[in-house]
C-alpha cells in the first residue's frame, strides 16, 4: 500500500527540468507578404525552438505553397503579414495593438496563426535602431519567436485564456520582446505538452 501511494505521488508532480518531455513533432505551414531575411528567420526558428523545448514541441518549417500537405497529426499554419525586416525602420514607437493572433470559429479554436511583421517593426524600431546595424533582424527574429511561442500556446493548450506572467501573458512589453530571455511559465508549459 506504502508503494501504491508512493507511485501516484509521482504521478502527480512530474518533474520539470529532471524529466525530459515526450516529444511531439508539429509541422508548420508558413506564408510571407515578404520573405523575411536568413538572420530574421534563423533568430525566430531559434528562438522558438529554445522557448518549446521545455514543453516537448518540435517544429518542421514548410512552405504552404509547397504543394499538398502532409496527413500531420499536430499542423499549424502561420501567416507572416507586412514587411519583416530590419531595414527603414520607423525611428518613433508607435503602438500597433495586437501583433499576432490565431482564429476562432464558433468557439473553436483553429490553427491558423497571422503575425503583423509590419506592427512588430512600428513597436520595436526605436529600440532596434539603438542595437548595431548587424544586431538589429537577429533582435526582430527573436522577437518574433516570442509572438509566435505565445499565438502557438492558445493551439496547442487549446484555450483562449491567458496568464499573469511569462509567454503566455495577454500584453508584451518592448522589454519583453528584446529581453534576453523570455519563457513560459511551468504551468503554461505543461498544458501544452503532448499527451
Ligand atoms: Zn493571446
Not at 514541441?57 to 530590419?86: I, N, Y
Not at 538589429?136 to 484555450?159: K, M, P, Q, S, W
Amino acid at each position: 500500500m506504502r508503494e501504491l501511494l508512493l507511485l501516484l505521488a509521482l504521478a502527480v508532480q512530474p518533474g520539470w527540468a529532471a524529466e525530459p518531455p515526450a516529444v511531439a513533432r508539429v509541422a508548420l505551414y508558413v506564408q510571407f507578404d515578404q520573405t523575411p531575411p536568413e538572420a530574421v528567420m534563423d533568430s525566430l526558428r531559434t528562438e522558438l525552438d529554445s522557448i518549446m523545448a521545455p514543453v516537448g514541441l518540435q517544429f518542421d518549417w514548410r512552405p504552404l505553397a509547397g504543394g499538398s500537405p502532409e496527413v500531420t497529426a499536430e499542423l499549424a499554419v502561420v501567416s507572416f503579414k507586412g514587411r519583416c525586416d530590419s531595414t527603414s525602420l520607423p525611428p518613433h514607437t508607435t503602438n500597433p495593438g495586437a501583433l499576432g493572433w490565431t482564429h476562432i470559429s464558433d468557439g473553436v479554436i483553429l490553427p491558423f496563426t497571422d503575425l503583423d511583421c509590419g506592427g512588430l517593426r512600428a513597436f520595436l524600431g526605436e529600440q532596434l535602431l539603438a542595437l548595431a546595424r548587424g544586431d538589429r533582424d537577429g533582435a526582430l527574429g527573436r522577437a518574433l519567436g516570442r509572438v509566435l511561442a505565445h499565438e502557438l500556446y492558445h493551439i496547442f493548450a487549446n484555450t483562449t485564456q491567458h496568464a499573469p506572467d511569462g509567454v503566455a501573458k495577454p500584453t508584451y512589453s518592448v522589454e519583453d520582446l528584446l529581453s534576453a530571455g523570455f519563457h513560459f511559465a511551468k504551468r503554461d508549459a505543461l498544458a501544452m505538452r503532448p499527451h
